[in-house]
């Protein structure tokens, strides 16, 4: 995880976390243009994010009953003003694009399967997020309408040639996705926390929820690619997590959603 000290301390931080700053070294370590992450170097580390308002409720409410089950970190407070604010503690471990990690792909491939697995075998009957599949499919059609098809992070769209025949694919087999298990919803490299190659804790869990366990395979596939640069390890990741669960013909489906967002 990447941190550049700042020199200027963010002004719109609310007042109720003011205090946290005092005499602290503040790092951005943002990932993505949606939400800036800030590290704040105090007691045992915090870490603070910024996004639209309402925008990360969900993610409070999934990381709070991760934390519940012992796979998540603590929020300390969660603030929807102009914008929304989420606190949670620093997290043990580094995350799974560390080098460390990254090194040892063989043994990355079988870690992240076999969690993953682990995960999807949890009882869920108190999961505050009943159904993810609901707000899943209404995303894909949203997006589909408002005319984004994503080619930048999927460059081959997984074999559709155009949004309308992905969208035909998915209309078409939306129903075999199933809420059956607990899932984390972007299961990819950078939220999956590791202490020496053990399970520490995972992290941006805004899509978690009771969902269908082909959307996390799906993204567990992907990342091996988009952070190693090849489809080299994309079996070895099905045979680790478990041929047994899963329908290849469902993963195309979940492609068929992906390519819209």
Known sequence: ?????????????????????IGAKIYDSSCSPEARVYYIDKDNGYFLKKSEKDSLKKEAVMTSYFYSKGLGTEVLNYISDTYDWLLTAKVIGEDCTHETYLSDPIKLCDTIATELRKLHELDFSDC??????QDY??????????????????PDSFGYRSADEAIAVLNDGKNELKADVLIHGD??????????????KFIDLGNGGIGDRHIDIFWGIWTLWFNLKTYKYSSRFL????????????????????VFG
């Not at 505050?128 to 599949?133: Q, Y």
């Not at 045979?239 to 068929?256: C, E, M, P, S, W």
């Open 1 to 21: 995880m990447k941190k550049t000290l700042l020199t200027n301390i963010p002004n719109d931080i609310p007042s109720e976390l003011e205090r946290l700053i």
């Open 128 to 133: 505050p997020v009943k159904n993810r599949i």
């Open 137 to 154: 499919l209404a995303l894909a059609e949203t997006n589909y309408k408002n005319g984004t098809y994503d080619k930048s992070a999927f």
């Open 187 to 200: 299961y990819c490299l950078p939220n999956i926390m590791l202490d020496n190659w053990k399970i520490s």
């Open 239 to 258: 045979d680790a997590y478990g041929r047994d669960k899963i329908n290849t013909d469902i993963l195309k489906i979940v492609a068929a959603a992906e």
